[in-house]
């Protein structure tokens, strides 16, 4: 298990520096996306491949030496005096610790792993209960490639699966921006909360490991690079959508499963809405990233063939001289 752990974490590491560093940059959103839950997905499972390599055979070198014996030498000088006291089964009893008495290591960070585990899965039940009740309290208006949710709260607007949780007065008098509901609908439309339900499912079961915390970061941000991305296209007006994002700078979103217009990096989201394509750029790293980063990868977890084929010869010396010896192994 913990051999599992190191391999996949290492995986984890270098893919998400690979993202970090040649990726994150660049305005292939979609691509980012899907490298992001391709990572998660192969680094989880590449601790389990077996080397491509097959196995080799080992000649190994053996020179016998043969040593003659007399009966005398076989046969020892003194008698072996054994001791024939009887042993005490209530003494020997008393020296051993019972496994009962002594918790081991492993039994104690078992039981600290589930507890947390257990802490974990029951919050993230109590967010989606939340979510859920809101969503039925509310008046709900289906809106063809999502649902409006019309409910109150500072927290508006977000999107949760299909749900597109809005300002109920706003809503009904058409006060709500356009482009901001643009945003929302995005999000709906390419099912951002599911990346965000599978990056949380990990990081509950791994909660031990920090690296998942990274990939849900680097996930959310994409998320929204692909939300303006959309944006500016339709609407054409860059600046007052940047604008329309500082005016949002203080919004506050509790519930970790949803998708929601602000975000904590809104100064990475307006930098990257000013960088223009630079395709050649773009499509070299991006044919360079993934077999680059899937080649290391694949080296330092694979786990290496188990049997290898050993040829033992053996060279008696009083029959073949090392002259001999030695061009019968090259043969």
């Avoid at 490298?35 to 097959?54: A, E, N, R, T």
């Avoid at 000088?77 to 009962?100: G, W």
Wanted: proline share 5%; aromatic share 10%.
């Amino acid at each position: 298990m913990i051999a599992y752990l190191i391999k996949s974490t290492i995986s984890l590491l270098i893919l998400y520096l690979a993202y970090h560093f040649l990726l994150s940059k660049e305005k292939a959103y979609q691509f980012n996306r899907y490298f992001l839950l391709g990572s998660l997905i192969f680094s989880l499972s590449v601790p389990f491949l077996q080397s491509p390599l097959k196995p080799y055979t080992k000649l190994v070198k053996v020179t016998p030496t043969f040593e003659s014996l007399t009966a005398d030498e076989l046969m020892p000088a003194d008698p072996i005096v054994t001791n024939s006291t009887p042993i005490s089964l209530e003494s020997e009893a008393k020296n051993m610790v019972s496994p009962k008495q002594s918790l081991s290591v492993w039994t104690i960070l078992l039981a600290i792993y589930s507890l947390i585990l257990i802490i974990l899965v029951i919050r993230m039940v109590l967010n989606l209960h939340t979510l859920f009740l809101r969503a039925k309290s509310a008046t709900i208006i289906n809106q063809g490639t999502y649902k409006a949710v019309l409910s109150k709260g500072k927290d508006l607007p977000f999107t949760f699966l299909k749900y597109v949780f809005l300002e109920k007065s706003q809503f009904l008098n058409g006060q709500i921006n356009s482009q901001l509901l643009l945003h929302e609908k995005i999000h709906a439309h390419q099912c951002h909360s599911l990346d965000i339900l599978f990056i949380e499912v990990l990081k509950i079961i791994f909660w031990f490991n920090p690296v998942f915390r990274l990939y849900k970061k680097a996930i959310q941000l994409n998320h929204e690079f692909i939300a303006d991305e959309a944006v500016v296209q339709e609407c054409k007006d860059k600046r007052a959508y940047q604008y329309l994002l500082l005016s949002h700078v203080l919004q506050h979103q509790q519930n970790h499963l949803v998708s929601y217009s602000k975000y904590s990096l809104t100064k990475n989201r307006i930098t990257m809405m000013n960088k223009t394509n630079n395709w050649p750029k773009t499509t070299i790293k991006v044919l360079l990233t993934v077999p680059f980063a899937i080649g290391i990868v694949s080296l330092l977890a694979m786990r290496p063939q188990q049997k290898s084929n050993s040829l033992i010869i053996e060279t008696p010396t009083s029959i073949v001289s090392p002259q001999q010896d030695d061009k019968y192994l090259e043969e």
